[in-house]
């Protein structure tokens, strides 16, 4: 799957030094952070939960299954990583078993609640203010000298915001699914699965339109017809001047980030040359528009670019420990590409 990956979508950097992750639950950790200020009453319970090589969705599972609560009534902001040691939170609506001893005794061994607060609101998806990794590289082969500089070329241009691997399945699997399903040669009925495969038809083409403007330069150079997103916002707006010295050094400063299509049933939103790029690169993956009709889906923008908040690091011997932040929706995998190749020990 990597190097199909790797052809799929290039990387800027030159890579050829290798690693390998994920060998520990523990060399693999994310903690999901939020700002939300507790109203201490309502009829949202929040448990901030550590879970332990479990996926999120089978997690929401045994909350619900906990608090005999139908499974729609748990919500949480977003998926994190199966193969890791993951902080995140999760809301639970009107548990009917309230006692916390009681909820942890039902909960497997994988599943441990750290922390709960009552709120007024659901968590729902994106709620959150940032995703902070922290990683262990193990046994690295190859030139420190360029992992070294590879680190600083992403503190000072960002990485591609990739939608990373896992959104494609084992052997990119999930894409011809998507394309069957939309096609109605298979049948799916699972609601999680159905939005998944969505999810990876826009997924695709956007990584598409991304290798586009790499493999052109463009990724990080407004052209016409550009829209540009605020840093850390989803407002976004049209570019109305290519060549305009402010835009430039806005995207310097990583103030702004250019924006690919997330696809939809409807006209691209962008304009000039970038619409005539976006429709030319959706169009070489035309079996997937029956399924955005029929579904309603809608056209959206993803920024371009991910530039990682309070990224630091140091060396154990041969190990490489990493530290960085990244806004919701951002893969730390689109950062690890950039640097090393990822050798996957799961």
Sequence with gaps: MISTFDTLFPTLNTVSSKGIIRQQPEDFMVIEHNDVSFTESGEHWWLKVEKINS????????????????ARQVGFAGIKDRHAITQQWFSVQLPKIRDLDEIKAKLPDE??????????????TGFLTCNEFRLRIRDIQ?????????LETIKRQGAPNYFG?????????????????????????????????????RSHI??????????HKTWNQVIPGDILQLN????????????????????????IHLTAALW?????????QCAKIESQIADTQAAYQPGFISHRVKQDRRAIRIHPEAMSHHWEGHDLLLNFKLQAGAYATSILREMIQIIHNI
Excluded: M, Y
């Design 232 to 255: 850390q916002s989803h407002s976004w707006f049209h570019a109305q001047d290519a060549t305009s010295d402010e835009l430039t050094q806005r995207l310097a400063a990583f103030d």
């Design 206 to 215: 956007f990584n598409l339109i991304v290798a586009h403007r790499i493999a």
């Design 142 to 150: 190859g030139d420190k000298a360029q992992i070294e500089a590879n």
């Design 55 to 70: 996926n999120t969705a089978w997690v929401a599972t045994q909350i619900s299954s906990a608090c005999k609560v139908p």
């Design 264 to 272: 939809g049933e409807d006209d691209v939103q962008s304009t000039d």
């Design 111 to 124: 599943i441990t609640i750290i922390d709960n607060h009552w709120h007024k609101n659901k968590i729902k």
């Design 165 to 201: 691997p896992q959104r494609f399945g084992h052997n990119l699997n999930n894409i011809q699914q998507a394309k069957d399903w939309f096609a109605g040669t298979i049948k799916v009925n699972n609601k999680n699965l159905r939005g998944l495969l969505i999810s990876t038809a």
